[in-house]
């Protein structure tokens, strides 16, 4: 074994040190949402209504959050964020710079849509949310049938990381809302 690798926790043979997932048992590696994903089918699931009222919610709170009153100007930052769903323009890539930028959009009917920067189209529907964090911890079928998990964190200011998961890719994207 050299600098470069390490072994895999799971059946002790040699990897690369900065693998996601083992090619020899197919485990995956290094991912904050990883670790959850094999238990999120095992667990209670809630109904699809719930996770539709709850970003409903969150997205209304966020909307009125980020909005700035003024006394001299008419605030239309609420009526704006029911004229577009919110928005994120992706501009990294598993730590590295997007040369053309991605778009991920919570659309109205509270399904995800990904827009890649060659102009390919990922959809998701959410089937199954566990946890109390209203925008993780979310597994959503995408249109090849996969199941996906999702997840959206706040970083700082309107900066975000949108982590998506299946059995075939980790993505893991920074960039912000618009």
Same mark, same amino acid.
């Given at each position: 074994?050299?600098?470069?690798?390490?072994?895999?926790?799971?059946?002790?043979?040699?990897?690369?040190?900065?693998?996601?997932?083992?090619?020899?048992?197919?485990?995956? +590696?290094?991912?904050? +949402?990883?670790? %959850? $994903?094999?238990?999120?089918?095992?667990?209670?699931?809630?109904?699809?209504?719930?996770?539709?009222?709850?970003?409903?919610?969150?997205?209304? &709170?966020?909307?009125? #959050?980020?909005?700035? @009153?003024?006394?001299?100007?008419? !605030?239309? /930052?609420?009526?704006? /964020?029911?004229?577009?769903?919110?928005?994120?323009? &992706?501009?990294?890539?598993? *730590?590295?710079?997007?040369?053309?930028?991605?778009?991920?959009?919570?659309? $109205?009917? %509270?399904?995800?849509?990904?827009?890649? #920067?060659? *102009?390919?189209? $990922?959809?998701?529907?959410?089937?199954?949310?566990?946890? @109390? !964090?209203?925008?993780?911890? +979310?597994?959503?079928?995408?249109?090849? *049938?996969?199941?996906?998990?999702?997840? +959206?964190?706040? &970083?700082?200011?309107?900066?975000? =990381?949108? =982590? &998506?998961?299946? %059995?075939?890719?980790?993505?893991?994207?920074? *960039?912000?809302?618009?």
């Amino acid at each position: 074994m050299n600098e470069n690798t390490k072994k895999c926790p799971f059946c002790t043979e040699e990897i690369k040190k900065d693998a996601i997932k083992c090619r020899h048992c197919g485990e995956f +590696i290094k991912s904050e +949402i990883s670790k %959850n $994903f094999n238990t999120l089918k095992k667990k209670k699931t809630i109904p699809i209504i719930w996770i539709i009222v709850v970003l409903t919610i969150v997205g209304f &709170l966020y909307s009125i #959050g980020n909005s700035k @009153s003024d006394s001299s100007k008419k !605030d239309t /930052s609420i009526e704006k /964020s029911y004229q577009n769903p919110p928005m994120f323009v &992706l501009t990294e890539l598993n *730590g590295r710079e997007l040369e053309e930028y991605a778009y991920f959009t919570i659309k $109205f009917d %509270n399904t995800f849509e990904l827009k890649t #920067g060659d *102009g390919a189209i $990922f959809n998701y529907i959410p089937t199954q949310h566990v946890g @109390s !964090d209203s925008l993780c911890n +979310i597994v959503a079928t995408d249109d090849r *049938g996969r199941n996906t998990a999702i997840c +959206i964190k706040k &970083l700082s200011g309107n900066n975000a =990381m949108i =982590m &998506l998961e299946n %059995n075939e890719m980790i993505s893991n994207f920074k *960039g912000f809302r618009k």
